[in-house]
């Protein structure tokens, strides 16, 4: 059964920082891993997708990373802003189902 | 370009009321649709999915059902509701099951009283 970990369940950070989000998991056969964005109370914001062929994928000051054979992909977040306060999660595709992972929540304080 | 719509954004029903919730997406064909369920400081619980009209599968036996009733269409129903049915519940769609990006809605907060 897949498991999928994200660590650590909070962080705190000052405005200005790099700053990486991690997503573990078990099962290596995956179809492609997507990281969201998650305001209070609100839905859920897609950020990035990384096809299971790719590696990396970049959209403005985020970067996520893939590495299937060791379980891992990355969320890298440059020149934090307060804005990038919310919680972020990581969902792995698999079989047609997305499983996700507790998230991240992210302060950033100004 | 595709929209989902959620509604409603917030509902308060008593113990043992029945439940609907309705989640459409426009803009595209064929979607699979999903219901996710966020309980306070947890995860995402996937409810249902749907990859067809009429085809629904149940990930977690519980108080609720799904159909799908139209292309673009899945609702939620609960006949009675119970308190551990409160949460934030989450509509979600994408086209394919490979290499395809998935979207939310804004979510129903649902409190069961």
Do not use: M
Request: hydrophobic share 35%; net charge positive.
């Amino acid at each position: 059964k897949q498991e999928v970990t994200q660590i650590p369940a909070a962080l705190s950070v000052p405005e200005g920082e790099n700053l990486v989000l991690n997503c573990s998991f078990t099962d290596s056969a995956i179809y492609n891993l997507q990281w969201f964005r998650q305001d209070p109370g609100k839905g859920l914001t897609s950020l990035l997708l990384i096809q299971s062929s790719q590696r990396e994928q970049t959209s403005g000051r985020l970067n996520a990373s893939l590495d299937k054979s060791s379980g891992r992909s990355t969320l890298y977040i440059a020149a934090s802003q307060p804005g990038d306060s919310a919680t972020y999660l990581c969902a792995l595709s698999n079989t047609g189902k997305l499983i996700f992972g507790q998230g991240t929540t992210l302060q950033v304080k100004p | 370009s595709q929209t989902i719509h959620q509604w409603p954004a917030t509902l308060v029903q008593p113990v043992g009321s029945p439940l609907s919730l309705e989640c459409t997406v426009e803009g595209t064909s064929n979607p699979n649709l999903y219901w996710y369920r966020q309980a306070a400081g947890r995860g995402l619980q996937l409810l249902f999915y749907s990859v067809g009209i009429g085809q629904i599968s149940s990930e977690v036996p519980q108080n609720l059902s799904a159909s799908r009733p139209q292309d673009r269409q899945f609702i939620l129903s609960s006949k009675k509701l119970l308190l551990s049915d409160s949460g934030f519940y989450l509509c979600a769609w994408r086209t394919g099951l490979v290499n395809t990006e998935a979207f939310f809605g804004q979510g129903t907060r649902l409190t069961v009283v």
